[in-house]
């Protein structure tokens, strides 16, 4: 039987506070009772939706973590190539990494009022901001 490999996971990047749901694409999975991902060190189970396709939630840290997945909860493998990992190294950036990301701050906006009409465009300050987006 065939090591799996991730192919890619979606999306990248998720609350330090966890709860995300993460779909990973793999070739070569195949169900078992031991299907789980790993973020860093913390595994979490894993629900395979078809032959190509895994979801799993994100557990709470801060941290970017390398994803791993596992189909017995021993041998644990990485986008790389499949290949087995004994060690886990953030700073290789050839390995699957989710990153966790502070909560958004807002601290002002402007202006506090505009036309009843709409249309008046609008500033808004705050902290940890780098992947927000809006639509009113």
Not at 6 to 12: A, R, V
Not at 58 to 77: R, V
Not at 131 to 136: D, G, P, Q
């Amino acid at each position: 039987m065939r090591s799996p490999k991730i192919i890619d996971f979606y999306p990248h990047f998720g609350p330090w506070y966890g709860s995300t749901i993460v779909s990973v694409r793999a070739v070569n999975l195949h169900f078992t009772n031991s299907l789980a991902c790993r973020f860093g060190s913390i595994e979490v189970g894993a629900f395979m939706m078809n032959k190509d396709t895994l979801f799993c939630l994100s557990p709470l840290n801060n941290h970017a973590k390398e994803l791993l997945i596992t189909l017995n909860g021993h041998d644990y493998f990485n986008q790389l190539d499949g290949e087995k990992r004994k060690h886990v190294d953030v700073n290789n950036f050839n390995t699957a990494h989710y990153t966790y990301l502070s909560s958004p701050e807002i601290i002002k906006i402007s202006p506090s009022f505009g036309k009843l009409s709409g249309g008046t465009p609008i500033s808004i300050f705050g902290f940890h901001m780098e992947n927000v987006t809006s639509s009113f």
